[in-house]
């Protein structure tokens, strides 16, 4: 039996199959319509099952973020990069109640949902134009040699080309 949490299995094989960053994406947008149906739900069963898809597809999310994050820095700054990186999060984690809470005076469960859709619709936009491409990186140097895929990819084949 697997103690992994649902959700976090499948963005693994995605990882090695896809690029770490289309794969976080594909999750986002899950995510962000388990939010909307949650943001529609009014009865006790579509709540719960639109949460447990919201939990599902961000249990995704944060299996791609994980195995993300320390391939976007160089070596030499990359755990104290990673470390910041999950200290934001952190950061968000304990203000998010607080801000919540906030909202859901002034806009209601389904506002709150509904905000929480828009957020991660845009969080989609920005790993999509934003993020560096690890596909070089998950599936070897020779993928890379002619993709001109960016930093991540260029360094892959330098890497490559110097241990052969």
């Known amino acids: 039996m697997s103690r992994r949490s649902p959700g976090t299995?499948?963005?693994r094989g995605c990882n090695e199959k896809l690029?770490?960053?289309?794969?976080?994406?594909i999750y986002l947008?899950?995510?962000a319509i388990s939010a909307f149906l949650l943001s529609q739900s009014d009865t006790s069963p579509?709540?719960?099952?639109?949460?447990?898809?919201?939990?599902?597809?961000?249990?995704?999310?944060?299996?791609?973020?994980?195995?993300?994050?320390?391939e976007?820095?160089?070596t030499w700054v990359r755990?104290?990069?990673?470390?910041?990186?999950?200290?934001?999060g952190r950061i968000g984690s304990i203000t998010a109640p607080a801000i919540i809470g906030f909202f859901a005076a002034a806009l209601g469960f389904a506002g709150v949902f509904t905000?929480?859709?828009a957020v991660l619709l845009v969080g989609v936009a920005v790993v999509l134009v934003f993020g560096l491409s690890t596909a070089a990186v998950a599936g070897g140097a020779q993928r890379a040699a002619g993709a001109g895929r960016g930093r991540v990819a260029?360094?892959?084949v330098m890497l490559a080309g110097t241990t052969s």
């Open 19 to 25: 690029d770490r960053r289309r794969t976080i994406a």
């Open 115 to 117: 905000m929480t859709t």
């Open 79 to 88: 755990s104290t990069a990673t470390g910041m990186s999950s200290a934001f």
């Open 154 to 156: 260029r360094r892959a």
């Open 9 to 11: 299995s499948r963005p």
């Open 29 to 31: 947008v899950g995510s």
């Open 72 to 74: 976007v820095f160089p």
């Open 46 to 70: 579509t709540i719960v099952t639109s949460g447990a898809l919201l939990s599902f597809f961000l249990n995704g999310v944060y299996a791609g973020l994980y195995a993300y994050t320390p």
